[in-house]
């Protein structure tokens, strides 16, 4: 099998699994349990929360778990417009934020928010500058994502952090980091950002567990489950325990030569983008800097044909969600390409584990099906 969808999920390494076996099998206690295997878990739990948070640069107390991605952005949003709810009720974002942001932001609208959408130019990518000219005295909340899923194009937090600062904006800075997190330079605190999601699944952690960080000066985060009152209050339900040790086992392992891996992913994105671009017909489309997601288009082609023929010769990548019910994915269709360069757009994402052979490989069998199949008119 060749794996080039590393953007969607990630293999995980037999280490973290083992010791999500460990934990599951031998360390099974609840958390919240008084007697000493209770306490062992509650430790554990902790130190894992520590391993993530050096990752992040902050302090564990800022980091609570989540169930996934998706959560973290819902409850970022939700609780960042409680906090500012005497500001105002005005959201900026962008139209090619990740569904979990931009159906959150849909079902707001529906209850009275207003919500700026910002557009990204033809490369993909969204300026400060946007955000400056759409900011309000009554927004609340600016959502804006680090690195795009589809394209791997990186956006200016830091500048829009600043940016806030200078216009004394009350609006709380939310970014979903869920495609950036040990995959270009992270910290919340150095680029400025209120809030952060993370999730494990994207840098070869366990599916289901995730993380939502928020800075220290943020009091009184609004809970999105009401319950036991784990996660000091915040976030109630019975911690996911084998989940948050394979969570802070991969940050572990990801973390061990950090540098040399994403040097490793950009030299293979670079290698994979020559070699595709000089097949006929295929044109780059955005410019993603980040190391492990590059999107092009087989001109023509329709790439729900291309995703699956190649997945039925063990080839796995993705249309971005380009073929989502047959219909362009808000990404594509937000950079404005013409229907057949649209049509044929596919991602290839990549990890540390991703090797020359695999895009050779990969180009091999994409030109045999160029050569073999008909374009769409
Ligand atoms: N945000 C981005 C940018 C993503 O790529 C994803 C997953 O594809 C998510 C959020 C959702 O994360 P999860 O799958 O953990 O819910």
């Known amino acids: 099998m060749i794996y080039l969808d590393h953007a969607a999920t990630t293999p995980i390494p037999a280490a973290v699994a083992d010791e999500m076996y460990r934990v599951l099998t031998q360390q099974f206690g609840n958390p919240s349990s008084q007697y000493p295997m209770g306490q062992e878990a509650r430790k554990m739990v902790e130190g894992c929360r520590t391993v993530i948070a050096a990752a992040l640069g902050c302090q564990s107390s800022e980091l609570h778990f989540t169930s996934c991605g998706t959560e973290s952005d819902n409850w970022a949003i939700l609780s960042a417009l409680w906090h500012n709810r005497h500001v105002g009720k005005h959201i900026i974002t962008t139209t090619v934020e990740h569904s979990a942001v931009l159906e ?52 200016p937090l830091a500048e829009i952090a600043a940016l806030l600062k200078e216009r004394r904006s009350r609006a709380l800075l939310h970014t979903d980091a869920v495609q950036g997190f040990m995959k270009v330079p992270c910290a919340p605190k150095a680029l400025g ?110 790439s729900a044909n291309v995703v699956t023929e190649l997945g039925a010769q063990g080839i796995c990548l993705s249309a971005g969600s380009a073929c989502h019910r047959g ?50 008119l």
Do not use: W
């Open 193 to 302: 950002v209120d809030m952060m999601s993370i999730s494990a699944h994207k840098i070869g952690g366990p599916k289901g567990i995730g993380a939502l960080y928020v800075g220290g000066s943020i009091r009184n985060i609004r809970p999105l489950l009401h319950g036991g009152g784990q996660e000091a209050g915040t976030r109630s339900g019975t911690e996911a325990t084998a989940q948050i040790a394979g969570f802070a086992k991969a940050v572990e392992l990801r973390a061990e030569g950090l540098t040399d891996k994403l040097a490793h992913m950009a030299e293979i994105k670079a290698y994979c983008r020559e070699k595709l671009l000089a097949i006929d017909g295929v044109v780059a489309v955005g410019q993603g800097e980040a190391p492990h997601i590059l999107m092009v288009s087989l001109v023509g082609y329709p």
């Open 327 to 376: 219909k362009l994915s808000h990404v594509v269709t937000a950079l404005g390409l013409d229907k057949r360069t649209a049509g044929g757009v596919l991602r290839i994402s990549f990890g540390p584990e991703t090797d020359f052979s695999d895009i050779d490989g990969l180009c091999a069998a994409l030109l045999q099906h160029k050569n073999t199949r008909f374009p769409m």
């Open 104 to 155: 959150t932001c849909r079902a707001l609208e529906a209850q009275g928010y207003e919500v700026t959408y910002l557009k990204p130019d033809k490369t993909g990518h969204i300026t400060a500058r946007q955000v400056g000219d759409a900011l309000r005295e009554d927004t609340a909340v600016v959502s804006v994502m680090l690195v795009n899923n589809e394209t791997g194009c990186v956006f």
